[in-house]
């Protein structure tokens, strides 16, 4: 079994940073890929960008690149989304993702998902 957990969300001034962590655990896997998206409310889930596992070579949707990071953390099997100058319309739930076989920015590629952590930015 696969489990992903995130972590470091929260309440944010516009232009501020968050950094959120994905850990996994359970049984050991080698994902291909592992995603951020981003559900904010009645819209839906949408691709925030990837890295791919073994190179750590990364995707940033445009809408967000430039504002924001991915990074990984092979011995702690974490991943990070690092977010800076955060902007009221950032406010969603952050989700990561396993994908095991594709490096895809569909959310229907990738195979295990976190719970969620909420970030929401003030105006």
């Known amino acids: 079994q696969v489990q992903l957990g995130e972590s470091g969300g929260g309440l944010v001034q516009a232009g501020g940073s968050l950094r959120l962590a994905c850990q996994h655990s359970?049984?050991?896997?080698?994902?291909?890929?592992m995603g951020w998206f981003r559900q904010a409310p009645g819209k839906e889930r949408e691709f925030v960008g990837y890295?791919?596992?073994?190179?750590?070579?990364?995707y940033i949707t445009p809408s967000v690149k430039g504002r924001f990071a991915i990074a990984r953390d092979n011995a702690k099997n974490t991943v990070y989304l690092q977010m800076n100058s955060l902007k009221p319309e950032d406010t969603a739930v952050y989700y990561c993702?396993?994908?095991?076989?594709?490096?895809?920015?569909?959310?229907?590629?990738?195979?295990?998902w976190g719970q969620g952590t909420q970030v929401t930015v003030s105006s």
């Open positions: 993702a396993a994908s095991i076989t594709e490096l895809s920015t569909s959310r229907l590629a990738y195979d295990y």
């Open positions: 359970g049984r050991p896997f080698a994902p291909s890929a």
């Open positions: 890295i791919r596992w073994k190179t750590g070579t990364t």
